[in-house]
């Protein structure tokens, strides 16, 4: 059928955003530092809040012992105080701007933080001037310098992230100090001065070069993260394009399929019916082209099924050496038609795997390697390596750059075929290979050198050449070649399928094959077709139906599983099924696999066709011939179920 609008509208995922995403132009990249250093200057204030209480204790103490004046601990209670209005700031902070909300830091504060930090800068800054008795020893001095000098340095970790907070706090204390020993007067309180300048100019010099490190190692951070965001946003439009691709293409293989599913069976026809000689070689030609390109098409599903995990894997023991006599038969005639010697060294070995992928995976590097060597020879050869053995594909062809062998498995890539020559293929081969390969649980691998060949490998598990039970000539044979000898079905054919020249062509095709064809654009036509030929109390009598082509995608809300269904109900009895396809999506390829019924793949050979009616109705020419049977005593053979290919 026809990919309806509701089938191929192909409306665009939305891009994935990241759940915050970091700035990137200046002005937000500075906003944002601004942002994340105020959050810093509170944590650092509110985790220094317990050493700055023990250090104006100690402070207390030491000049009360000194002094015996209790003005040391009405100091402390000033400062104590500052401190508390340091922590109510804190918690009033944490309920402007929690964390949940403002996780990378707050837009504000600055001002409530400097109010009171001003309050404790001032009383670190008075001490000098209110705590130092008159006339005061010169080694009390001293210590009073080491422990401001102290404090200050403590401090600067605190105070970085803040401009304002650093210069306040640096400037007040060293002014206070330099100017408290300079107007004491004497050497020694103009060396403390001077001291106390110096130290304060480090100490400024230190709070600057912290606040820079902070804010080069926050544009680092956030500057990776924008770089993380920008990954991770392209890399959800890469899936989004992705999806989008897969959808395109599934939908335009659906819709390419239909006509060329058609066209295949009426060139089949046409060849079948012709009678004129003339007309013979034309009819011929009409039917081979039609055939390449439903190749071409079967190579893009059967990416669709590799990729959506319905082809399955039934390993046994196979003999290498039966599989290359296989590979000869197939291969050896073109092989000789180029001139091209083709050797094979097996070394009596046999691997456990499938024996049909693996024919598959081998006859498409057979089949590159004939086609781009034009002198010298291909040779397959099979060599133990532990308990695996590796199968090799060695050619004496062009070879390939190195600049192209890690693009060569991937989908529609092809390195000497820029005119897209259908005679090429589509550059799916390898892909399918790689895929079909990692099924097997191994992996394809090459080596190439341009202008002296290539080789490509994938290793196998090991197993006896004694126990080899493998029938390669029997898995990989050819298809059944299309013959004109009429099926002769029991029944009628029941045909749903919305495109009309589908029906025509099935019916066309059909028709020599059984009683009648029944065709039907909807389902409400089929089950009209059902109640009239294909109930159970119908069955044997001609033109009953006997079998039924649905086609997956309907144009009305009911697919080919569900009309299936409700046929088969209506008729009261289990009509034998076939269920036919032209989707590539993963999905639903998946789900026609799963489903009871035979699946065929669109265009349909009409070898596979023939091959499908036959098993289909198997069933029905056993109960025939038990009903025919005179001799009572004669074995009746048991019935055989029909199979679901495809499965």
């Known amino acids: 059928m026809g990919?309806?609008?509701?089938?191929?509208?192909?409306?665009?995922?939305?891009p994935a955003t990241p759940a915050a995403s970091a700035p990137t132009d200046?002005?937000?990249?500075?906003?944002?530092?601004?942002?994340?250093?105020?959050?810093?200057?509170?944590?650092?204030?509110?985790e220094s809040l317990p050493s700055a209480a023990v250090a104006a204790l100690t402070t207390a103490g030491f000049f009360y012992l000194i002094s015996g004046s209790a003005g040391a601990f009405?100091?402390?209670?000033?400062?104590?105080?500052?401190?508390?209005?340091?922590?109510?700031?804190h918690r009033r902070n944490l309920r402007r701007y929690p964390p949940a909300r403002y996780p990378e830091g707050q837009p504000g504060g600055l001002l409530a933080y400097l109010l009171p930090m001003w309050w404790c800068t001032a009383c670190w800054a008075l001490v000098p001037w209110v705590l130092m008795p008159a006339g005061g020893a010169v080694q009390y001095s001293g210590i009073l310098c080491m422990l401001l000098f102290g404090v200050m340095a403590a401090s600067v970790p605190a105070v970085a992230p803040s401009r304002w907070a650093t210069y306040t706090w640096l400037i007040a204390m060293t002014a206070s100090l330099t100017l408290y020993f300079a107007l004491q007067g004497g050497r020694w309180n103009w060396l403390l001065a001077f001291a106390a300048l110096?130290?304060?100019?480090?100490?400024?010099?230190?709070?600057?070069?912290?606040?820079?490190?902070?804010?080069?190692?926050?544009?680092?951070?956030?500057?990776?993260?924008?770089?993380?965001?920008?990954?991770?946003?392209?890399?959800?439009e890469l899936e989004r394009l992705h999806a989008e691709r897969a959808r395109f293409f599934a939908a335009a293989n659906h819709d390419l399929r239909q006509p060329v599913y058609a066209l295949?069976?009426?060139t089949d026809t046409l060849r079948r019916n012709v009678r004129d000689p003339a007309l013979q070689p034309v009819a011929e030609h009409a039917a081979h082209a039609t055939r390449q390109v439903g190749l071409l098409l079967g190579d893009m599903l059967e990416i669709s099924r590799l990729?959506?995990?319905?082809?399955?894997?039934?390993?046994?023991?196979?003999?290498?050496?039966?599989?290359?006599?296989?590979?000869?038969?197939?291969?050896?005639?073109?092989?000789?038609?180029?001139?091209?010697?083709?050797?094979?060294?097996?070394?009596?070995?046999?691997?456990?795997?499938?024996p049909d992928l693996l024919h598959r995976v081998l006859t498409n590097l057979v089949d590159n390697a004939l086609k781009y060597t034009q002198s010298g020879g291909v040779l397959i050869a099979a060599r133990?390596?532990?308990?695996?053995?590796?199968?090799?594909?060695?050619?004496?062809?062009?070879?390939?750059?190195?600049?192209?062998?890690?693009?060569?498995?991937?989908?529609?890539?092809?390195?000497d075929n820029p005119q897209r020559d259908r005679a090429q293929g589509l550059g799916l081969g390898l892909s399918?290979?790689?895929?079909?390969?990692?099924?097997?649980?191994?992996?394809?691998?090459?080596?190439?050198?341009?202008?002296?060949?290539?080789?490509?490998?994938?290793?196998?598990?090991?197993?006896?050449?004694?126990?080899a039970q493998a029938d390669i000539a029997a898995i990989a044979a050819a298809p059944d070649a299309a013959t004109d000898t009429p099926l002769g079905l029991p029944g009628s054919v029941l045909v749903l399928d919305d495109e009309a020249p589908v029906r025509l062509a099935l019916a066309s095709w059909l028709a020599p094959h059984c009683a009648a064809v029944h065709t039907a654009a909807s389902l409400d036509e089929a089950l009209a077709h059902v109640r009239a030929h294909g109930r159970a109390d119908q069955q044997g009598q001609p033109g009953a139906i006997a079998v039924m082509l649905l086609d997956f995608r309907l144009a009305g809300p009911a697919d080919g599983l569900q009309a299936a269904a409700a046929l088969r109900q209506a008729a009261g009895w289990q009509i034998p099924a076939a269920l036919v396809t032209g989707d590539t999506d993963p999905s639903r390829v998946r789900l026609a696999l799963g489903s009871q019924l035979a699946v065929l793949f669109k265009p349909v050979e009409p070898a596979q066709l023939r091959r499908t009616l036959r098993a289909l109705t198997e069933p029905l020419h056993a109960e025939e011939a038990e009903e025919a049977e005179a001799a009572p005593a004669a074995p009746t053979p048991p019935l055989r179920s029909s199979p679901t290919l495809g499965r």
């Open 3 to 14: 990919a309806h609008p509701r089938h191929r509208a192909m409306s665009p995922l939305p």
């Open 26 to 46: 200046s002005a937000a990249l500075r906003e944002s530092i601004d942002q994340r250093l105020l959050r810093q200057l509170y944590t650092h204030g509110w």
């Open 74 to 89: 009405a100091w402390a209670a000033a400062l104590l105080s500052g401190h508390a209005m340091v922590f109510l700031n």
């Open 198 to 236: 110096q130290f304060g100019a480090i100490m400024m010099r230190y709070a600057i070069s912290q606040r820079a490190s902070l804010i080069r190692n926050l544009e680092t951070l956030l500057l990776k993260q924008a770089l993380s965001d920008q990954v991770v946003a392209q890399a959800a």
């Open 264 to 266: 295949t069976l009426l």
């Open 307 to 354: 990729d959506a995990g319905a082809v399955p894997v039934r390993e046994r023991v196979v003999s290498v050496e039966d599989l290359c006599v296989r590979l000869y038969e197939v291969h050896e005639p073109r092989a000789n038609d180029k001139h091209l010697q083709l050797r094979f060294r097996d070394g009596n070995l046999a691997v456990r795997t499938d």
């Open 384 to 415: 133990r390596r532990g308990d695996r053995v590796r199968l090799a594909v060695w050619d004496t062809g062009r070879g390939i750059p190195p600049e192209h062998q890690r693009n060569v498995f991937n989908e529609f890539f092809q390195t």
């Open 432 to 467: 399918i290979v790689q895929r079909t390969a990692r099924l097997l649980g191994s992996e394809v691998q090459l080596r190439s050198r341009p202008g002296r060949g290539s080789v490509f490998w994938l290793d196998l598990p090991l197993a006896t050449a004694e126990a």
